[in-house]
């Protein structure tokens, strides 16, 4: 290879320990996306990571069962695939973290409810109510509009005996009505 013609990952295929090892460049894919890769990962294969260098990270996949050559150069390719998906997906991450981070702050602070109102500076100038002339006598409401609902309309919630009575009344006018039903019904027939 050229000096222009730097390989970003390399794939090395070892049957006979079960697995495939991927060569990834950090300069090229982020550390944070090569981990997210092999998360997706865990669940059908054993990973192990390591750091070779300071720019560089190899993840060997060993299959759980055994799995042929083919089947572990496709593992490796599927890795891959998943690792440009991580690159990409963090890329989109930090190009948004500012939207992120504001959407979240407002939702949090939402939820908190609004901040709490300032300490006023100072004291209050009440001068200006000091100079309504307020009297102590009652003012026109000639609309009736300044009264209480009970003062205009009365209480007119019934008491607990008038309550218990008009259910009484009530309970006996149904059984009633349901009698005369029934002796309706036996005249008919």
Known sequence: MSENQVSQTSLEVDGDVNSVVIGVDTAVYPKDAVLGAAYV???????????????????????????DDEAL????????????????????AEQNRGLLETIVGSAIGGAIGPPPMPEP????????????????????DPLGIA??????????????EEAADAKATAEEEASTETDDAGDAASEDG
């Open 41 to 67: 990962f865990i669940d059908r294969c054993f990973v192990l990571l390591d750091a070779p260098g300071e720019t560089a990270l190899s993840v060997a996949l060993r299959g759980r069962e055994p799995l």
């Open 73 to 92: 150069s496709a593992l490796g390719g599927e890795f891959s695939n998943e690792l440009l998906a991580q690159t990409l997906r963090h890329r989109i």
């Open 121 to 140: 500076e100072g004291e209050f100038d009440l001068s200006e109510l000091e100079a309504l002339e307020l009297e102590d006598e009652p003012f026109d």
């Open 147 to 160: 009264m209480s609902w009970e003062e205009k309309y009365g209480d007119k919630r019934p008491s607990r």
